[in-house]
């Protein structure tokens, strides 16, 4: 069978998109629901510091753990079958985290909203390289992929605050995972009838790296998880079973015919570029606008709204930014790119630095937007750029790995950061401290991929692919 993917017609490249930005925003929604609705639902179930960071980190675990399976399941048994069922996983998981009536079943539906988030993230990158030409058409594709991150972290945001009633009847965190459920399901049939049906290739799947591989990702999540609380056996036994798993994983891949990632892949430096980049963004600031709100709300006393507004700052600069970008005569591309953008989120990390209880909202909101713009512009490359750098019928694998990449270094950053934030009394220092273990490891992350490409130009035309 050919490599080769047809693009679909205008009309259908339309639909496509349309129903893939809408699905990639509604992962965003689930992922940021229990980061404005936790100060309601722990006490509402009796969750205690241990299970208050599984809620937070459980739909990482599921991530981690299926999306570069979805991603391979797609090219291999049809991407739009694939990126169905995981919206049914999705509301599904919604569902029960609404009738949630312990913390741990909470927990468990929010590693299933993540399995089946993990195959819409995945295959819906894919659909939309298959369906569009590589040139402006995909750069206009990918740049309204990457502004549906920041819709959906903003609208996860807005969702919550508004029902978060004061109200005898009302929960405060119910309704948002009640609500999310319904339009998730809502959109599983206009989405099948909106996107084509590009067959899969029946290949041979290396399930002996895939299993290994995911078990690795898996046991990490839960480590980072598990060890927020402090470093304990348990801890202990799941970083040992990942360092286990990662090192089986590559001594597979050396013997299979037909390996997971294919070493040429690992060789080129714009998929390196791409997946370092994922992997950085989500290290730094996904970990610093993960607690913000935890800062603003308790550590300042602003309250729950007010917190929320430097995190909005930051989604909706970064949504303008991807939807700008195609208008620039030249479209950000191969490795140096990538490390420039990455110095424009170090630079916001930067900003924020001095806030204490009598500083000014704008300072954070401020920084936030600088921050923002250049992780849009982001989001918009990293998400063309997972696609380009790979043959087009492995375009679901490589927005797997690209997106694993992300929430592997989202549920270390986020875990580093609220580590650090803790060690000192005063919560002004703590955040301050780790603003700057932050911002490092950004800077670091664009230095590596700067060295990538030396040899590779810094942009290209945007009739490139």
């Given at each position: 069978?050919?490599?080769?993917?047809?693009?679909?017609?205008?009309?259908?490249?339309?639909?496509?998109?349309?129903?893939?930005?809408?699905?990639?925003?509604?992962?965003?929604?689930?992922?940021?629901?229990?980061?404005?609705?936790?100060?309601?639902?722990?006490?509402?179930?009796?969750?205690?510091?241990?299970?208050?960071?599984?809620?937070?980190?459980?739909?990482?675990?599921?991530?981690?753990?299926?999306?570069?399976?979805?991603?391979?399941?797609?090219?291999?048994?049809?991407?739009?079958?694939?990126?169905?069922g995981?919206?049914?996983?999705?509301?599904?998981?919604?569902?029960?985290?609404?009738?949630?009536?312990e913390?741990?079943?909470?927990?468990?539906?929010?590693?299933?909203?993540?399995?089946?988030?993990?195959?819409?993230?995945?295959?819906?990158?894919?659909?939309?390289?298959?369906?569009?030409?590589?040139?402006?058409?995909?750069?206009?594709?990918?740049?309204?992929?990457?502004?549906?991150v920041?819709?959906?972290?903003?609208?996860?945001?807005?969702?919550?605050?508004?029902?978060?009633?004061?109200?005898?009847?009302?929960?405060?965190?119910?309704?948002?995972?009640?609500?999310?459920?319904?339009?998730?399901?809502?959109?599983?049939?206009?989405?099948?009838?909106?996107?084509?049906?590009?067959?899969?290739?029946?290949?041979?799947?290396?399930?002996?790296?895939?299993?290994?591989?995911?078990?690795?990702?898996?046991?990490?999540?839960?480590?980072?998880?598990?060890?927020?609380?402090g470093?304990?056996?348990?801890?202990?036994?799941?970083?040992?079973?990942?360092?286990?798993?990662?090192?089986?994983?590559?001594?597979?891949?050396?013997?299979?015919?037909?390996?997971?990632?294919?070493?040429?892949?690992?060789?080129?430096?714009?998929?390196?570029?791409?997946?370092?980049?994922s992997?950085v963004?989500?290290?730094?600031?996904?970990?610093?606008?993960s607690?913000?709100?935890?800062?603003?709300?308790?550590?300042?006393?602003?309250?729950?709204?007010?917190?929320?507004?430097?995190v909005?700052?930051?989604?909706?600069?970064?949504?303008?930014?991807?939807v700008?970008?195609?208008?620039?005569?030249?479209?950000?591309?191969?490795?140096?790119?990538?490390?420039?953008?990455?110095?424009?989120?170090?630079?916001?990390?930067?900003?924020?630095?001095?806030?204490?209880?009598?500083?000014?909202?704008?300072?954070?909101?401020?920084?936030?937007?600088?921050?923002?713009?250049?992780?849009?512009?982001?989001?918009?490359?990293?998400?063309?750029?997972?696609?380009?750098?790979?043959?087009?019928?492995?375009?679901?694998?490589?927005?797997?790995?690209?997106?694993?990449?992300?929430?592997?270094?989202?549920?270390?950053?986020?875990?580093?950061?609220?580590?650090?934030?803790?060690?000192?009394?005063?919560?002004?220092?703590?955040?301050?401290?780790?603003?700057?273990a932050?911002?490092?490891?950004?800077?670091?992350?664009?230095?590596?991929?700067?060295?990538?490409?030396?040899?590779?130009?810094?942009?290209?035309?945007?009739?490139?692919?």
């Amino acid at each position: 069978m050919s490599s080769e993917v047809k693009p679909t017609r205008a009309s259908g490249r339309d639909r496509t998109l349309t129903w893939v930005a809408v699905g990639t925003a509604l992962v965003l929604v689930t992922y940021v629901t229990p980061i404005a609705t936790l100060a309601r639902s722990a006490p509402d179930l009796g969750a205690g510091p241990a299970a208050q960071a599984w809620i937070l980190s459980s739909m990482s675990v599921g991530l981690a753990a299926a999306l570069l399976a979805a991603g391979v399941a797609g090219d291999t048994r049809g991407r739009r079958r694939v990126y169905l069922g995981g919206l049914v996983l999705m509301g599904a998981g919604a569902a029960v985290c609404a009738l949630a009536w312990e913390p741990w079943l909470l927990v468990g539906a929010r590693v299933v909203q993540g399995v089946g988030g993990a195959a819409v993230l995945a295959c819906g990158l894919a659909l939309l390289a298959g369906s569009t030409e590589p040139g402006p058409a995909r750069t206009r594709a990918t740049a309204v992929w990457g502004a549906s991150v920041g819709v959906g972290i903003t609208a996860g945001s807005l969702l919550a605050l508004a029902l978060d009633l004061d109200a005898a009847w009302a929960s405060g965190w119910r309704e948002t995972y009640a609500v999310t459920a319904v339009v998730v399901l809502a959109t599983v049939v206009p989405s099948r009838r909106g996107m084509p049906a590009p067959p899969g290739v029946h290949g041979r799947v290396d399930l002996a790296g895939l299993a290994l591989l995911s078990l690795a990702a898996t046991a990490l999540v839960a480590a980072l998880t598990q060890g927020r609380g402090g470093v304990d056996p348990l801890t202990g036994v799941l970083a040992v079973v990942a360092l286990a798993a990662l090192l089986g994983f590559l001594a597979v891949e050396r013997r299979v015919p037909a390996p997971l990632l294919d070493p040429v892949l690992l060789r080129d430096p714009r998929f390196r570029a791409a997946t370092t980049g994922s992997l950085v963004l989500g290290l730094g600031i996904i970990g610093t606008t993960s607690y913000l709100p935890t800062l603003v709300d308790a550590g300042l006393d602003r309250g729950l709204a007010v917190a929320t507004v430097p995190v909005l700052g930051w989604s909706i600069t970064s949504v303008a930014a991807s939807v700008l970008l195609p208008r620039l005569r030249v479209a950000p591309s191969g490795p140096r790119a990538i490390a420039v953008l990455l110095l424009g989120v170090a630079l916001g990390q930067l900003l924020c630095l001095g806030v204490s209880a009598g500083s000014a909202l704008w300072q954070l909101t401020g920084a936030m937007v600088v921050a923002g713009v250049a992780t849009g512009a982001l989001n918009a490359t990293l998400g063309r750029e997972a696609v380009a750098s790979v043959p087009p019928d492995r375009a679901a694998m490589g927005s797997g790995a690209n997106n694993t990449a992300r929430y592997l270094g989202a549920a270390c950053g986020i875990t580093l950061f609220a580590t650090v934030a803790q060690i000192p009394e005063d919560v002004t220092v703590g955040f301050d401290t780790a603003i700057l273990a932050s911002a490092g490891l950004t800077l670091l992350g664009a230095a590596t991929i700067a060295s990538f490409g030396r040899r590779r130009a810094v942009v290209s035309p945007s009739a490139s692919g």
